[in-house]
């Protein structure tokens, strides 16, 4: 059992990963500006769990206040998801992601060097791959950024490495995800994005819901066998378990390991509207439109090195990733 703080904890996976986290018995505090949360998340971890977590309302860019946090209670070890995440707001505001992201990033980790708290596991993305020249993707394969968020994912990488590199930290895992979607199957906790959703399953959902008339498929022309784009969907209750394997390996190990967590199989966007479909019984009205510029046609994981290092793999299915996804719409719709 570890003490573990999870910064960005009330977020889309930082709060799935908290329930993973305390299921196994691990205790866990949770550190958010709220910026990208509600705050009605913490009551309903409490009713998932039973468990009442501190939550410490800081920003990362807060030095002082994170040492203070760090003072008041010897911590094993820190889960690092606060970020900013929206790829189109980081074109729009460069200053920004590297404020909230890297600079952010530097605050936490000099925080952490004063408490000596020595092991880190780093959320990253699968956008690092840039545009994938081969998939599957294993982690050797060359990075890239090809836009500013993926631009802050890699110094930020770096930046960690270093600091495991000079002996500042001892552990690093920079676990870079596919994409995640589904939600917690109680329906008490899932994504909540502001605005339109610019990710497909949220926006999917929204259709569903009739809260939107149609989904617009970014393009049909692409080299796949349908022509829609393939990527590697996630369960994220998958993930929130890759995270108590990181922490738990990062426990007994040294250095730096980057690990891919995907399902290792892809899925093309008509793939998952159908999956959809025949899970929920709903129909889904669409159109194709337009390629969406700078989209991969294929995204997806070679996650061969999380089962040898981590010992997980995905389990949950397209399936069950649709009907998470759908109960966590649908009960969130209503409480509104
Ligand atoms: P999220 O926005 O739901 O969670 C991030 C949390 O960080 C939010 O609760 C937000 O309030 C908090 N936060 C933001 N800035 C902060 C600050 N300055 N100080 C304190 N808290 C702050 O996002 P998520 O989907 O849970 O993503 C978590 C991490 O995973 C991010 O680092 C993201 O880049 C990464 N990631 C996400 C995806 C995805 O598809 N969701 C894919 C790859 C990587
Ligand atoms: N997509 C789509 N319509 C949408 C949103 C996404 O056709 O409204 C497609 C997108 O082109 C990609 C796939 O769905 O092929 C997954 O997109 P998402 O933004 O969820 O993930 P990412 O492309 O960032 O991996």
């Given amino acids: 059992m ?19 986290l305390l299921a196994r018995g691990h205790e866990v505090a949770l550190l958010d500006n709220f910026s990208n949360a509600s705050r009605s998340v913490p009551p309903r971890l409490k009713e998932i769990t039973r468990v009442d977590c501190p939550v410490h309302e800081v920003d990362i860019r807060d030095t002082e206040a994170v040492r203070q946090i760090f003072a008041a209670a010897a911590f094993e070890a820190v889960i690092h998801f606060a970020a900013l995440k929206a790829v189109g707001e980081s074109e729009a505001n460069p200053l920004l992601y590297f404020d909230v992201n890297v ?9 952490m ?24 993707i294993a982690e050797i394969a060359p990075l ?12 930020m990488e770096d930046m960690i490495g270093d600091l495991v590199r000079t002996g500042i930290l001892s552990t690093a895992f920079l676990l870079r995800y596919f994409n995640p979607v589904g939600a917690h199957p109680s329906g008490l906790i899932g994504e909540a994005p502001c605005g339109v ?12 819901a009739r809260q939107r008339d149609c989904l617009t498929i970014f393009g049909n022309d692409y ?9 590697d969907y996630l369960h994220v209750m998958d993930l929130a378990e890759a995270h108590c394997a990181a922490v738990e390996v990062a426990l007994g190990t040294h250095g730096t390991h980057a690990v891919n967590l995907g399902t290792g199989t892809g899925h093309s966007v008509m793939e998952l509207l159908h999956a959809f479909e025949n899970t929920t019984g709903i129909e889904i009205p669409y159109k194709i439109g337009a390629r969406r510029p700078g989209d991969a046609p ?8 999380a089962k040898t290092m981590l010992g997980w793999t995905a389990k949950r299915t397209l399936v069950d990733m649709c009907r998470d996804s759908w109960r966590w719409q649908f009960l969130s719709a209503k409480v509104k």
């Fill in 197 to 208: 959703p610019t990710n497909l399953m949220p926006y999917l959902c929204q259709v569903a």
């Fill in 103 to 111: 600079a952010g990033t530097l605050s936490l980790l000099t925080a």
């Fill in 2 to 20: 570890a003490r573990i703080l999870l910064t960005g904890g009330a977020g889309f996976i930082g709060s799935h990963t908290a329930v993973a």
């Fill in 298 to 305: 294929s995204c997806y994981a070679d996650p061969a090195l």
């Fill in 144 to 155: 890239h950024a090809t836009n500013i968020y993926g631009r802050t994912k890699l110094i």
């Fill in 223 to 231: 080299p796949t066998p349908d022509g829609t784009g393939i990527r």
């Fill in 113 to 136: 060097r004063h408490a000596g708290i020595g092991r880190i596991v780093f959320s990253s993305s699968a956008t690092v791959y840039g545009a994938p020249e081969h998939c599957p």
